[in-house]
């Protein structure tokens, strides 16, 4: 793949490397099984993830994240991708849906759960993953 790290920041050049390192952890196995459905959703890969501050780039660091720009959670992204479509989508879900408890935060979800029962099933996952992300304080912040 053609790394276009004349276009980052040195802190992006770094983070390329961690992410690089965390891919190399990753067990194909996973991969094998995920692709024949013996696995319904990859909590070891997303605590692996955690577990290395690799979670949550964009968001504030009172709430565990890197304060990083958006390009850094792109290189990051690009990353992650080279282990397929599936954890590259578990990966990129932290993001997209952190993006909205970051932005209109706890008030809003309740507000959510109060107005529609079936936001409470949507955000029910979300309620569970919050254990294996345990970096992200931003989870705990408004779920607990």
Known sequence: MIENDFLNTMQEI????????FVKTVDPELLRKMDRNEIEYPFEFLHEAAKRKLLGLRFPKEYGGRQMTWTAEMTALEEIGMLGMGLGCTYAMVSIVGEAINRFGRVAYDT?????????????????NRIYLNNFK??????L
């Open 14 to 21: 770094r983070l390329r490397g961690e992410v690089k390192d």
């Open 112 to 128: 959510a759960i109060s107005n529609d029962a079936g936001c409470k099933r949507n955000f029910f996952m979300l309620r569970l």
């Open 138 to 143: 931003l989870w705990r912040h408004f779920f």
